[in-house]
């Protein structure tokens, strides 16, 4: 892989250029591929049939230059994307759709759509709007659930961040249960800060009924953090980020999070949200077997740089990230996780198996989706092809269960 890094990390690269690809119908659809395993760096013939991958096999040379093959991007933290909010009290399912649709293109098959802190009404309503737009199927495909970050967060200033205080509660088991009938029982991760009171109980319910809790937007103690982990909690939210701008150097909640050897992180590798120094340091303790990134991408990402009306905030868009003046905090990222792919590269000198791995194959285990991230026979074919030019993935073709989804002009 270190060799591979030398041919495409430098600015002297050709852009690749020739792809084998045919498609036949036979039994169903039929696609076979050449390109170069993102895994082991060999050339590779990647055969699909109807949603599924029937053969890897690799071949002995390539007279060609040739794409990446890996599997699909599976980003289970944003907001919305290209003017869509998923938070939006007017959602509709051709809403959803086009913002799904926009990801296809930035290699993203699979997201967890993501509704933060409202009030009760408000949330209900959201899951329900969202429940009722996963009835295009082809939505469906790459959604297979929803994140609720919020309402159950710390109410300090900085540690929730653009989160509105004003709507910010205690873990109440009784609404989540409504919210996750509302949500079709869709709700898969819910972000919790592990010192508010009820915290515990409700940690232990979600583990038990199957929901993935994540310490997020929170300052918990040591103490709190490991009584939460103990009660369940697995995952830390876009760690580093919902934190106050100042904080001790000792006792502070991110510490104990790293060295907590049960939590996995997300990290958001933006450039922005987190310093070089950061993602490296995070990287370097949890490894890449225990960091997911995420684009915590808002609805501005894609749009026009200005000020905006979201969620009752006014928020300041820039070329590179979304910021809550009034609070002096970020509010979210303006840019698709396929980002985060070549900055991880960049900052760390990983491998682009390992920055894949934290963009798809870990997110598909964290959430028990046995059915894609990782380039396997009898996964389903949620695969793209991409190239890395000047450290930043391009990506050229997108396949979603076997089916093309979207390919650069």
């Given at each position: 892989?270190?060799?591979?890094?030398?041919?495409?990390?430098?600015?002297?690269?050709?852009?690749?250029?020739?792809?084998?690809?045919?498609?036949?119908?036979?039994?169903?659809?039929?696609?076979?591929?050449?390109?170069?395993?993102?895994?082991?760096?060999?050339?590779?013939?990647?055969?699909?049939?109807?949603?599924?991958?029937?053969?890897?096999?690799?071949?002995?040379?390539?007279?060609?230059?040739?794409?990446?093959?890996?599997p699909g991007l599976i980003d289970i933290q944003i907001n919305?994307?290209?003017?869509?909010?998923?938070?939006?009290?007017?959602?509709?399912?051709?809403?959803?759709?086009?913002?799904?649709?926009?990801?296809?293109?930035?290699?993203?098959?699979?997201?967890?759509?993501?509704?933060?802190?409202?009030?009760?009404?408000?949330?209900?309503?959201?899951?329900?709007?969202?429940?009722?737009?996963?009835?295009?199927?082809?939505?469906?495909?790459?959604?297979?659930?929803?994140?609720?970050?919020?309402?159950?967060?710390?109410?300090?200033?900085?540690?929730?961040?653009?989160?509105?205080?004003?709507?910010?509660?205690?873990?109440?088991?009784?609404?989540?249960?409504?919210?996750?009938?509302?949500?079709?029982?869709?709700?898969?991760?819910?972000?919790?800060?592990?010192?508010?009171?009820?915290?515990?109980?409700?940690?232990?319910?979600?583990?038990?009924?199957?929901?993935?809790?994540?310490?997020?937007?929170?300052?918990?103690?040591?103490?709190?953090?490991?009584?939460?982990?103990?009660?369940?909690?697995?995952?830390?939210?876009?760690?580093?980020?919902?934190?106050?701008?100042?904080?001790?150097?000792?006792?502070?909640?991110?510490?104990?999070?790293?060295?907590?050897?049960?939590?996995?992180?997300?990290?958001?590798?933006?450039?922005?949200?987190?310093?070089?120094?950061?993602?490296?340091?995070?990287?370097?303790?949890?490894?890449?077997?225990?960091?997911?990134?995420?684009?915590?991408?808002?609805?501005?990402?894609?749009?026009?740089?200005?000020?905006?009306?979201?969620?009752?905030?006014?928020?300041?868009?820039?070329?590179?990230?979304?910021?809550?003046?009034?609070?002096?905090?970020?509010?979210?990222?303006?840019?698709?996780?396929?980002?985060?792919?070549?900055?991880?590269?960049?900052?760390?000198?990983?491998?682009?198996?390992?920055?894949?791995?934290?963009?798809?194959?870990?997110?598909?285990?964290?959430?028990?989706?046995?059915?894609?991230?990782?380039?396997?026979?009898?996964?389903?074919?949620?695969?793209?092809?991409?190239?890395?030019?000047?450290?930043?993935?391009v990506v050229y073709k997108t396949i979603l269960a076997g089916?093309?989804?979207?390919?650069?002009?």
């Amino acid at each position: 892989m270190r060799t591979d890094r030398k041919i495409y990390f430098t600015n002297r690269i050709i852009v690749f250029v020739v792809l084998f690809f045919w498609i036949n119908y036979s039994n169903g659809q039929s696609i076979k591929l050449v390109a170069i395993a993102y895994d082991t760096g060999l050339p590779v013939t990647v055969e699909i049939t109807g949603d599924k991958i029937t053969k890897v096999k690799t071949k002995n040379r390539s007279d060609e230059p040739l794409l990446f093959v890996a599997p699909g991007l599976i980003d289970i933290q944003i907001n919305g994307y290209m003017g869509v909010d998923f938070s939006d009290q007017s959602l509709t399912p051709e809403m959803l759709h086009s913002a799904v649709e926009a990801l296809w293109a930035q290699g993203v098959t699979t997201i967890l759509p993501t509704v933060i802190t409202a009030s009760p009404e408000n949330l209900l309503n959201s899951f329900q709007l969202l429940a009722a737009a996963l009835t295009v199927q082809k939505t469906a495909l790459s959604v297979p659930g929803f994140h609720l970050e919020g309402p159950y967060l710390s109410p300090e200033k900085g540690f929730r961040g653009a989160h509105l205080e004003k709507y910010i509660r205690n873990p109440d088991w009784t609404e989540f249960m409504a919210l996750q009938a509302a949500s079709g029982n869709k709700i898969k991760i819910v972000t919790v800060a592990p010192e508010t009171d009820g915290a515990l109980p409700f940690i232990r319910n979600c583990t038990q009924s199957g929901v993935l809790v994540s310490l997020g937007h929170h300052n918990g103690t040591m103490e709190q953090i490991t009584l939460a982990t103990d009660a369940g909690a697995r995952f830390s939210t876009h760690l580093g980020n919902g934190c106050a701008n100042m904080i001790d150097r000792h006792n502070n909640p991110i510490w104990p999070q790293l060295s907590e050897d049960r939590l996995a992180i997300s990290i958001i590798a933006d450039g922005f949200h987190l310093n070089r120094q950061e993602v490296r340091t995070f990287y370097k303790v949890k490894g890449p077997e225990k960091v997911i990134l995420v684009s915590d991408a808002l609805d501005l990402a894609g749009m026009p740089p200005g000020e905006y009306i979201r969620s009752e905030r006014k928020v300041l868009l820039t070329n590179d990230v979304v910021k809550f003046p009034v609070e002096n905090v970020l509010a979210g990222a303006a840019s698709p996780i396929s980002i985060c792919v070549g900055n991880m590269m960049n900052f760390t000198n990983c491998s682009i198996a390992d920055a894949i791995r934290m963009a798809s194959t870990n997110p598909a285990k964290l959430l028990g989706l046995d059915d894609r991230g990782s380039l396997t026979v009898n996964k389903r074919a949620d695969l793209i092809l991409f190239s890395i030019e000047n450290g930043k993935m391009v990506v050229y073709k997108t396949i979603l269960a076997g089916q093309v989804v979207y390919e650069k002009k």
